[in-house]
């Protein structure tokens, strides 16, 4: 990995995040466009780009191997980062209602509009593929203990529905296509690939806009989120990188989830705060701050990355 070419890549998509800002800011663009685009990239264009890049791989003997070992280090991640949440809630003595978003806020990331696109720009597809195993394991969180906490499981039902959605069914099917070699036609297959390559600029572009609709002066307020940022971001990812590095695990299997680890809050969170009556307002102040963070806590992650490993 030249991280040359990661801080590079990573200036690239900042730009684009700026460019989704500035334009709502300005009023050039209306911000509820931001909703459409969310769903053209989660129902058509992210599904492309799964089932264009799984597929596409040849099976290996150590593929279902590797996923169930990033399956493992996902789930070992995910408890850990909760964990802390749950003892720095009780730590800073946080109100009840913004306690229940703390606790998720440490733990999930924004594992699809940040993370697919920085790791792809790392690592390439092999990196994605990983990427895309640590989503499903950060998804089931989610809409499981993620919708128990906030709602005490009074949605549980279904929130289990929404772990059936476009991406995980384009997981499964580029699952069955790699695992029985079927291979799409050249025109389909470019068709899909092309679409699916839109994901990148589009979720910049989302998170820019996204950033713009948040009143970043009730972020100071929050002064939680910039304690736990960098526990969340650099301290605990560093951590799971020599636990890792001590299990011998490869430098892409462990940069794509360590990475994943440690990116920026969930933008999908603050929609579910609002609904359940939870602290909508610390988990979207969460989400502006990290985000804005991890323009260089990202960078320093896979410097970190390279230098131990």
Known sequence: MDFSAVIYKIGMLAIIILVGFTAVKTGYLDV???????????KIVL????????????????????????????????????????????LFKIPAETAKVHKLLTCLGNVSFVGYPVITAMYGED??????????????????????TLEGGNK????????????????????LMLSFGIKLPPLIFDTVNEMGSLTVCLSMIFIGMALADVDIRHAVRKWWIFVIAPIKMIILPI??????????IREIILGAVVLEAAMPV????????????????????????????????????????????
Not at 156 to 175: E, H, R, S
Not at 283 to 307: E, H, N, Q, R, S
């Open 32 to 42: 509820k466009i931001k909703d459409s685009i969310s769903k053209l990239i989660v």
């Open 47 to 90: 599904p492309c780009l799964i089932i264009s890049s799984v597929s596409s791989r040849e099976i290996e003997s150590g593929v279902l191997t590797d996923i169930l070992v990033v399956f493992l280090m996902s789930v070992f991640c995910l408890a850990v980062l909760y964990l802390v949440g749950v003892l720095t809630a009780k």
């Open 127 to 148: 990196g994605f593929f990983y990427a895309i195993v640590y989503w499903l394991v950060n998804d089931m969180f989610l809409w499981t203990a993620g919708v128990f």
């Open 156 to 175: 549980k039902g279904a929130a289990l529905k929404k772990l059936i959605n476009p991406n995980t069914i384009a997981f499964a099917v580029a699952i």
């Open 239 to 248: 951590l799971f990188i020599y636990i890792f590095k001590a299990f011998g």
């Open 266 to 309: 969930q933008t999908v969170l603050s929609i579910l705060a609002n609904e359940s009556g939870a602290d909508f307002e610390y988990a979207a102040c969460g989400m502006f701050v990290t985000t804005l963070l991890c323009l260089l806590t990202l960078p320093f992650m896979g410097y970190m990355i390279k230098l131990i490993i």
